[in-house]
């Protein structure tokens, strides 16, 4: 709830979507959902930086899985 009061709330929306994605297990919506209802008005927008960053962090955490079995797995 601290970090959605804050003016730079959209970044740390965009990294949480992106880090979930990827390597950790915490849903970007415990951040989305606060912020949403704070604005209304921004909501959509809100969902578009989510849903790209999840993309791009889905991406990272394909290319991190595949190249890091490479090397390991030799």
């Known amino acids: 709830m601290s970090l959605a009061?804050?003016?730079?709330a959209e970044v740390w929306l965009a990294f949480i979507a992106f880090?979930?994605?990827?390597?950790?297990?915490?849903?970007?919506?415990?951040?989305?959902?606060?912020?949403?209802?704070?604005?209304?008005?921004?909501?959509y927008r809100?969902?578009?930086?989510?849903?790209?960053?999840?993309?791009?962090g889905g991406i990272a955490g394909w290319f991190l899985g595949h190249y890091a079995y490479e090397a390991l797995a030799k």
């Open 5 to 8: 009061a804050r003016k730079s």
């Open 46 to 56: 809100y969902a578009l930086v989510a849903t790209i960053f999840s993309v791009l």
């Open 19 to 43: 880090v979930e994605s990827s390597v950790f297990v915490v849903p970007a919506d415990v951040l989305y959902l606060p912020m949403a209802l704070a604005r209304p008005e921004r909501a």
